[in-house]
């Protein structure tokens, strides 16, 4: 008798519970009278803002939070196709169904995305706010962004290091390499050919293991020994040019960026994959230059890059007392692969007529555009508030023999850097620190077929309030196609063995350290 009553409470537990949670799941729809609002004349405020931004027919929801007064909030997404999405919330979080979410977007390519917002008062009566409208492009955009997630180095948090690789159509996350597969050490400086994640350089380094850069192609790694810097693959993918740099990183006592760092010494040089050979060409290694910032034209027949005079001698104090006179110009060289020759030097952007320093330009991948960031001085825009994105028609060039800049519409207050455009060109990934100030951040922008850049938003997240508590940031963002296949212990592996293949410069300046000293620092990580 008592084994039938405890089984009897135990299912009547289970019944009430039941319940409850139906109760509670119970849409708030079939019985709230949303359509008996009262209207309210603006646009609600929400975190994140998607108002009047354009976005992939392939990104993942844009989830955001409804910061307005209430007991009860709602959300109803339509087009001109398909059935509405509505979503109801108690705490103003919406977080819209991954499958309808996608239906409505695919089906209405091209045209308006209309959001209503509705928020419920303490009396119960519930109010609309006006509409917001966000553009549906007919345009994809990549299908996956590779970014590195780390804590800002002035916190001084010793926290791991990873590079990411973001699913753009959902939330899901995997992980290329981890700083803790090798004794928390540094990851950074990944770059891919044409958007190509198959193909990977990926700058490692560790006390324990050495210096090294890891050379991915398809599954198979390998690791070459000495850093790789600021990389750029040529759009074949049989070579890459990258910057050797003394980067000494120090501080200002007092203003709202306290970080900065100087190119003591630097020079371009390049890596063949056929024979695996590292070479220099003098040109691009002037002993009274600061060479940085490589970037392949789209057609692989021009490499841009920046350069500045060496204010100052070898055996200079860090940071010496010229480091904010720095200003790098905009250069580039003509280079044929087939026959590994390079032509001469012409000046694209210069610093001088500019009265600012070029930093991290970028080709987009159908050899329209050129952009690149303007600062202050110096080549590092990531910690500079004033460094804008700006943008060069290179079609125009062409035919006018003249290189004309335009600063971008969706530069902020904030340092904007980072950039990376999408396979088809219409998609622009940059870094900004406009929400928050000390964070970057990774933003999207539509640009459409005359150049304008429309207003960007942040990288969707599955929780509405991410980037309110995330203490990390997120940088170096590179669109990619496909995901990279070797990933995590495949990679960590090939560094912690002892071989690698053996780099000689003819070079005296500069010259990268396949194994430093137990101890010391190869390179500064950077934001």
Known sequence: MQKRLKIAVIVLVFAVGAVACVLCL?????????????????LARMEPDYSETVVPPNIAPLNFLIDEPGTAFCARLSSATGDPIEVFSHDGAIEIPARPWRKLLEGNTGQDLQVEVFARNDEGQWHC??????????????????????????LRVRGEISIECRDLSNFNVSTVLRSTSYENGCVNCHSFPRNDGNK?????????????????????????????????WHPSGRMAVYAVNNLPMFYHAARNEVRDTVNIDSLLAYYLCEPRRVCVEPKLAQKERLENWPAWSADGKYLYFCSAPKLWPSDTPNPPTQYDQVKYDLL?????????????????VSAEQAGKSVSMPRCSPDGRWLSFCL???GYFAGWKDESDLYVIDLQAAGQTGKFTCRRLEINSD?????????NNSHWLVFSSKRLHGAFTRPFISYVDANGKAHKPFVLPQSDPRYYGTCLRTLNTPELVLTPPKATGEALA????????MAVSMPIT???????????????QQRE
């Open 332 to 348: 580039r060289i003509a280079y044929d692969i087939e026959t590994d020759t390079w032509g001469d030097i012409e000046t694209v």
């Open 493 to 500: 592996k090939v560094f912690r063995a002892p071989e690698a």
């Open 375 to 377: 600062v202050d001085y």
């Open 26 to 42: 119970r849409p708030f729809s079939s019985w709230e009278p949303i359509e008996q609002s009262e209207p309210v004349g603006r």
């Open 200 to 232: 990977m350089l990926l700058g490692v380094r560790s006390t324990k293991y050495g210096v090294g850069t890891l050379c991915v192609d398809g599954g198979a790694a390998r690791e070459i020994g000495t850093k790789f810097g600021y990389t750029s």
């Open 509 to 523: 300046m500069a010259t990268p350290i396949a194994q430093p000293a137990a101890g010391t620092s190869s390179w």
């Open 129 to 154: 706010f006006a509409p917001v409208r966000i553009a549906i492009a007919s345009e994809p955009i990549d299908g996956y962004l590779v970014y590195r997630k780390m804590y800002p180095t002035h």
């Open 414 to 422: 904030k340092s904007e850097s980072w950039h990376t455009w999408s």
